[in-house]
């Protein structure tokens, strides 16, 4: 019986160190090379078929500030806005794929997207719903001629001609439909004559992605028609061959391995927001660390946007690690926080602090965009009093109006995550233009997006059959063989001993 013991004892230690070798060597290391070959994108593979179609849409949903008293605010009171929405839109995307690049660590191409309304899922609320809301287009054009000092001389002509251009305005806000706002397009400069032509085609030459030709000639303004549709620009991203660690981050933008977009330091010295960083959001390199920040590069608000862990979370039964927007995102911006490059606002008369730099909550990004459009949190959550306390009826909550995304650790894919931001713009007099000459200083909300995926059940039952469950099983292997050997050997040795204690001299004499 004492030789089985020992034999029993032997056989346990053997067990917990074929668990250890297993568990903290093989499988680590069977795992790492499965999953970074089912997620590096070659040519071919499944993973670039993911790459070129997402599994699944987008969701898109655009939350309206519905202006209640329009009248009120032309003469210089403050609004009252409504939210109203979600309408949701289905945002389909493709890449196209130009070519592999450095030997296929490296891949180029090009987004087509497609916004298709979901009736049902808006519901009670439809395209053709009827809203008040900031003449954006209107707004700009205002804006951006009193800030060019080589159109100053024009803000007289542009007063006297604004009816024909903007189609007889009686104040700064629009009466139409949802459907022309976001997509279809508010018409202006139809059929304009003598200085307001001249000025209708400056508007045209100047480019704007908002703003299209129409066959007639006269002109349109959508917010959110240029992203419906081919994108021009060139994404050059990692494919994770040769380093999985890198895999999906941007490298370049068209050709550009940095924007030239924000200030720079110096010439030769690159500031920090034109720093291209991350990737753009729908995957991420496997492996994570939880500690380790994350970076989303978002072509949108031309800037890269960093992810702080937040904490352990579960979606679906699948664990996952969430993200949350960091607080320089729009908050901690300005010298005392290295990143005054992002205080760029040539904007004449606007609510800002005295080294040039927005009150905290809010960017500028008339650079970006071409229009002196101001982004902050939908609501202005954590936006400067100096903004929030000139508008009423926003109810800001943390819950429900920050950016997060949950992702599972191992594959590095995105369960489920949103991205909110909300688009307004300064209201105020404008020198010359006497439609704006009773208007109170404010930043005036527009909309606000939330833009997302939450993984549907179809990929949910794909990835555990694929992933969760065989990192399950491995698991029960590693920890079921461990414990048993530990279990044997505890067991062996407490056995062994009971024996020895029966079979000593001082027994047999006794």
Excluded at 463 to 486: E, Q, R
Aim: glycine share 6%; hydrophobic share 40%; net charge positive.
């Amino acid at each position: 019986m004492v030789h089985w013991s020992l034999v029993s004892v032997i056989f346990g230690f053997i067990l917990v160190i074929a668990a250890s070798f297993l568990g903290w060597y093989m499988f680590p290391k069977m795992i790492l090379k499965k999953v970074t070959e089912s997620v590096t994108i070659l040519e071919g593979s499944d993973q670039y078929q993911r790459f070129v179609n997402l599994p699944q849409p987008i969701q898109f949903n655009v939350y309206i500030f519905n202006l209640s008293n329009p009248v009120q605010v032309q003469q210089g009171d403050l609004p009252l806005v409504k939210e109203i929405g979600p309408y949701v839109y289905k945002q389909y995307r493709r890449k196209k794929v130009k070519k592999f690049l450095n030997g296929g660590s490296s891949v180029a191409y090009s987004q087509e997207t497609r916004f298709i309304f979901d009736k049902e899922s808006s519901l009670p609320f439809g395209e053709n719903d009827k809203i008040t809301i900031l003449s954006i287009h209107m707004n700009s054009v205002l804006q951006l001629s009193e800030g060019n000092p080589a159109l100053s001389l024009l803000m007289t002509h542009l007063n006297h001609n604004l009816d024909m251009i903007f189609d007889n305005p009686s104040s700064m806000f629009l009466y139409t439909s949802v459907k022309n706002f976001l997509f279809d397009g508010v018409k202006f400069c139809i059929n304009p004559s003598g200085l307001a032509k001249v000025i209708c085609n400056q508007i045209k030459d100047k480019g704007s992605k908002t703003i299209k030709t129409l066959q007639d000639g006269s002109l349109a303004f959508s917010l959110f028609n240029h992203k419906n549709g081919s994108s021009e620009d060139i994404y050059e991203i990692h494919t994770g061959k040769g380093d999985i660690s890198k895999l999906a981050k941007i490298q370049k933008i068209d050709d550009m391995s940095s924007l030239q977009i924000w200030l720079n330091n110096t010439e030769e010295n690159l500031s920090i927001c034109n720093m291209i960083n991350g990737t753009d959001g729908s995957s991420y390199p496997p492996f994570l660390q939880h500690r380790s920040p994350l970076y989303i590069y978002s072509n949108d608000i031309c800037r890269s946007i960093e992810m702080i862990y937040e904490k352990d979370v579960k979606y679906e039964g699948i664990s996952a690690l969430r993200y949350r927007i960091g607080d320089n995102f729009v908050n901690n911006i300005g010298p005392e926080f290295q990143n005054d490059c992002f205080c760029s606002s040539k904007l004449l008369n606007i609510m800002k602090r005295k080294n040039g730099c927005l009150y905290p909550g809010a960017l500028d990004l008339t650079l970006c965009l071409g229009s002196p459009i101001i982004i902050t949190l939908p609501h202005m959550l954590g936006a400067s009093v100096e903004y929030s306390r000139l508008i009423k009826g926003l109810n800001p909550d943390h819950k429900k109006h920050r950016t997060f995304v949950d992702i599972q650790e191992v594959s590095g894919i995105p369960l489920n995550g949103k991205k909110k931001i909300q688009f307004n713009m300064f209201l105020k007099n404008i020198s010359s233009i006497k439609l704006t000459e009773n208007l109170t200083s404010i930043l005036m909300p527009v909309l606000w997006i939330e833009e997302g995926v939450s993984l549907n059940i179809e990929n949910v039952i794909m990835m555990k059959s694929k992933l969760i469950n065989v990192l399950f099983t491995l698991k029960i292997i590693h920890w079921g063989a461990f414990i048993v050997g530990c279990i044997i050997v505890m067991l062996s040795i407490i056995n062994y001993t009971i024996l020895n204690k029966k079979s000593s001299p001082v027994d047999r004499i006794g």
